[in-house]
């Protein structure tokens, strides 16, 4: 059974830092696009960021963040810097097994999410 667990929301003051990570489980990020979006309220959920499988590749929507995966640990991590009145949402991690013919496109899974708030 396939789950993506997400953690590390929370507050952040505006111009911190915050990480987040996905811990799934039931599949191996080495062989897994995993995505990263967030839904703040009364939006449509956007990506904010993806990582293929193939050769470690990402994808930024936004320039404040970064995405990296660490497949001895089996997580990816999102990273955002200096969070604005547009960051706060809940975040959720994706993964895209592949089956569409590509990476970061069809996703297959999804987690519960994990709330981010800005404020000082």
């Known amino acids: 059974q396939v789950q993506l667990v997400e953690s590390g929301g929370g507050l952040v003051q505006p111009g911190g830092s915050l990480r987040l990570s996905c811990a799934p489980s039931?599949?191996?990020?080495?062989?897994?696009?995993i995505g990263w979006f967030r839904q703040a309220p009364g939006k449509e959920r956007e990506e904010v960021s993806c990582?293929?499988?193939?050769?470690g590749s990402t994808v930024h929507v936004q320039g404040r963040f970064t995405i990296r995966r660490d497949t001895t640990k089996n997580k990816v991590y999102l990273e955002m810097t200096h969070p604005n009145a547009d960051d706060p949402a809940i975040y959720f991690c994706?993964?895209?097994?592949?089956?569409?013919?590509?990476?970061?496109?069809?996703?297959?899974?999804w987690g519960q999410g994990t709330q981010v708030t800005v404020s000082s």
């Open positions: 994706a993964a895209d097994l592949g089956d569409g013919g590509g990476w970061c496109a069809q996703w297959d899974y």
């Open positions: 039931g599949l191996s990020v080495a062989s897994t696009a």
């Open positions: 990582i293929s499988p193939r050769d």
